[in-house]
């Protein structure tokens, strides 16, 4: 239940803020109405604290070991980047403390080259077998993974929120009866206690939510691809890989239901967003699909990856694996050249890992100057043919 | 027997249409409304869309949230929908995706109890207030039913539903069989306004509450009581960046763009 103490002075910002309308002010008294959600966002908002919210009781933490648990990611039989930033951002946080870091494949035979693991920092690299786990069944892995996890007790179990992990990830939470934080952009581990304290963005990126999971056990949330940097270390020992055969006791009839028919290609012209270094955008500004036709052009001779608001996409001047921002890709380029995108909120949670923003957009009042470390109040269209003019003599000479 | 389609919807506040307010730095909730979560309106638009391929498919809606979840159960009803469900409790709040999948599953059995097996449950791939996309995954596991989420395309052939989604540069042509749960996304589909017969026969349409006592669940195992993930900070996203305002002609403009982007630390 919501709680509010005396030290209330009426000011009304939580009810303006609700986004249910549970809450109003009648006869000097903050009331709660049952259209409450218990969401929190009245907490932030109230200059006094008088918000809190009340719970029945805690119950006793389950048991754990140590180890952080990264569930491993394969495609196509590689172990994916994802993988190895999760394994590296672990290792860091457990140098030279009682925790340990382990990763956990589950696969239908054992995947080659697994020691170049261990100089990514972990200290034990364990491969599940079974002939019913396929890479695309999230449901053959996630039985692989659970009848582990329901063993080996981890602390704390970390997968990548790429299009599969998001698949895969709740079907372990729910098998181990544990809590799970989707898409976390920070994590932070007390070493004291163990506790992962686990943000990421919530209401559609409009604000930052920090999670923890107290009694329950494993800890488990999943990450953004590209949020966590990777680094090869020297000096590692290197475990032998430790293969575990799982019984088929372990799939129940339900969980191997899905026959694959067939995998088409996608051709892909352009670098994956979310791996690429240089992206160059647009929004509403761009102003028609021929506009884009320019930008894309552009893009190529800038050796970079497309990416596009959610305007532009509506318009239908670009297709929707182009959109960035809170409901499309979430990137993390070296530089993001955005040309006539406005800024909404959404779109700037997606691109706040950028490591450096440009912005040229005529309206000096647009969100997004706000946001760019070099603003630019210009008509993007010459901008654009004045950029693409002076690379083209670039590759001529 | 009539193929029996649920399809779950969630009201969520249009997190797309909130604004801040310059001076408090708060949410403006006023302007952000209650609305369908967008998938959730692919989801039945699909329903909808097998219901015009196999004359006499049964669906049926159900959303589980604060009272006023029955506006957009009202406005599910002003589509060929024939029956809709309500999951509603003060002590269902704060449910976290875990046990919000535990109390839809009691639900979904208590309705599956009166009658028969759902034999497709569809979901919204994501809600937008959270974006979370866990808690069909979770209720299918609950139910202990075949899913397949995040899907592009989906018909039903010899008691199967085939499907297609994407995953990294690959599209997957895969099926399973039914009974089943899925969750689509916006590709699959473009939803229908509802017609002027649609929205008449909707104000004879009754919306079936369940409260907890209904689907006996103890008030330790709903909610925040029982859910293991507690929210205990919100702040609003920082952005500190250099704001450098870049002057001059267009020329001027992208000359200086190259000289920024050579100094950055990219491998050519």
């Known amino acids: 239940m919501l709680k509010i103490s005396s030290d209330c002075t009426l000011c009304g910002l939580c009810v303006d803020t609700c986004p249910e309308g549970a809450l109003h002010v009648s006869n000097g008294k903050l009331l709660v109405s049952d259209y409450c959600t218990l969401c929190g966002l009245c907490i932030n908002s109230c200059p006094v604290t008088a918000i809190s919210i009340h719970s029945k009781h805690d119950i006793p933490t389950v048991e754990s070991t140590n180890t952080i648990s990264i569930s491993g990611e394969l495609y196509h039989g590689l172990v994916t980047a994802a993988t190895l930033e999760l394994v590296s951002e672990a290792s860091r946080w457990v140098k030279n403390t009682k925790y340990s870091v382990e990763v956990v494949f589950a696969s239908e035979k054992a995947p080659e080259n697994l020691d170049i693991l261990y100089s990514y920092g972990t200290s034990s690299v364990i491969v599940l077998q079974n002939s019913n786990i396929s890479e695309i069944s999230s449901m053959s892995i996630a039985a692989a993974f659970s009848s582990w996890y329901k063993e080996s007790k981890p602390n704390i179990i970390l997968c990548s929120a790429s299009q599969e992990g998001r698949k ?59 949020i966590f940097k990777s680094e090869q270390l020297t000096g590692q020992i290197i475990n ?158 | ?86 999951l509603t409790d003060i002590a269902f709040a704060g449910s976290d995706t875990k046990v919000t999948a535990q109390t839809l599953r009691a639900g979904i059995k208590a309705i599956e109890n009166e009658g028969s097996l759902f034999d497709l449950i569809i979901c919204g791939h994501q809600a937008i207030d959270g974006d979370t996309a866990q808690t069909p995954g979770q209720l299918a596991y609950f139910l202990e039913r075949p899913c397949a989420l995040g899907l592009d395309f989906l018909e039903i052939k010899e008691n199967r539903v085939f499907y297609r989604f994407s995953n990294n540069d690959e599209i997957i042509t895969a099926s399973i069989k039914l009974p089943a749960l899925v969750s689509v996304t916006k590709n699959i589909n473009t939803p229908d306004f509802p017609t002027v017969r649609g929205v008449i026969a909707m104000k004879t349409k009754v919306i079936r509450v369940f409260d907890r006592d209904k689907l006996n669940i103890p008030l330790d195992d709903c909610g925040l009581n029982s859910s293991p993930t507690r929210v205990i900070k919100t702040f609003f996203p920082e952005f500190s960046r250099k704001n450098i305002l870049i002057d001059g002609s267009e020329v001027k403009c992208a000359e200086t763009i190259l000289k920024i982007i050579k100094e950055l630390p990219i491998d050519a």
């Open chain 1, 168 to 226: 895969t990830a709740p079907l372990i939470a729910a098998a181990l009866k544990t809590g799970l934080t989707a898409d976390c952009t920070e994590l932070s581990l007390d070493l004291h206690d163990g506790i992962l304290y686990q943000t990421r963005p919530a209401f559609g990126g409009n604000i930052m939510a920090t999670i923890v999971c107290k009694n329950h056990r494993p800890q488990m949330a999943t990450v953004r691809p590209g």
């Open chain 1, 240 to 397: 032998p890989v430790k293969i575990v055969n799982l019984p088929d006791s372990c799939f129940k009839t339900w969980q191997l239901s899905q026959i694959i028919h067939e995998i088409l290609s996608i051709s892909r012209n352009d670098v994956p967003l979310n791996d690429a270094k240089i992206i160059v955008a647009g929004g509403r500004g761009i102003g028609s699909k021929q506009g884009f036709e320019r930008l894309a052009y552009l893009t190529e001779l800038m050796n970079a990856s497309m990416g596009a608001s959610r305007a532009a996409v509506e318009n239908k001047w670009a297709p929707q694996k182009h959109q960035i921002g809170q409901t499309g890709t979430v990137v993390s380029p070296v530089l993001y050249l955005a040309f006539g995108i406005s800024g909404a909120i959404q779109h700037l949670a997606g691109i706040s890992g950028a490591k450096t923003i440009i912005a040229v957009n005529r309206d000096p009042q647009a969100p997004i100057h706000k946001m760019a470390d070099y603003s630019i109040v210009a008509d993007l269209n010459i901008v654009i043919n004045e950029l693409i003019k002076i690379l083209e003599n670039r590759k001529k000479s």
């Open chain 2, 1 to 86: 027997m009539a193929f029996r389609i649920l399809v779950l919807i969630k009201q969520v506040p249009d997190t797309r249409k909130v604004e801040m307010d310059q001076k408090t730095g708060n949410l403006r909730r006023d302007l952000m409304g209650a609305i369908m979560n967008p998938e959730d309106a692919h989801a039945l638009a699909c329903a909808i869309d097998l219901k015009e391929q196999f004359p006499g498919v049964y669906i049926g809606v159900l959303s589980m949230g604060p009272p006023q979840s029955e506006k957009v159960l009202k406005s599910a009803c002003c589509h060929p929908v024939d029956e809709a469900f309500l």
